[in-house]
Nanobody, 120 residues
Framework: QLQASGGGLVQAGGSLRLSCVGSGRPFSGYIMAWFRQTPGKEREFVSRISATGGATSYADSVNGRFTISRNNVKNTVYLQMNILKPEDTAVYYC???????????????WGQGTQVTVSS
């Protein structure tokens, strides 16, 4: 299981740090990713990180503002979100699987989501 936390309400320009803790299995060998979704839209890729943490990638919309990292000892992945914009408002989901993919269909393990709201 994956448990996401850290969402909340923040003003534009502010920061939040999301966390996603894995339980029930070691996720150290898994690709970890963050996706986000707003009502009526498909879940979209935000960022992913390789099993060792040596490779990362980001959606163009967040590149340079968000940073993904992981701590395999703690079975946790993080998403540091800076310079937040109102368009970042969404439910953020963490995900895990063995494939270094960017599509939600490529991930079989999902957290429950945490709401991020950015006010203008």
């Amino acid at each position: 299981q994956l448990q996401a936390s850290g969402g909340g309400l923040v003003q534009a320009g502010g920061s939040l740090r999301l966390s996603c803790v894995g339980s029930g299995r070691p996720f150290s060998g898994y690709i970890m990713a963050w996706f986000r979704q707003t009502p009526g839209k498909e879940r979209e890729f935000v960022s992913r990180i390789s099993a060792t943490g040596g490779a990362t990638s980001y959606a163009d919309s967040v590149n340079g503002r968000f940073t993904i990292s992981r701590n395999n000892v703690k079975n946790t992945v993080y998403l540091q979100m800076n310079i937040l914009k109102p368009e970042d408002t969404a439910v953020y989901y963490c995900a895990a699987d063995r494939i270094y993919g960017a599509g939600p269909h490529e991930y079989n393990y999902w957290g429950q989501g945490t709401q991020v709201t950015v006010s203008s």
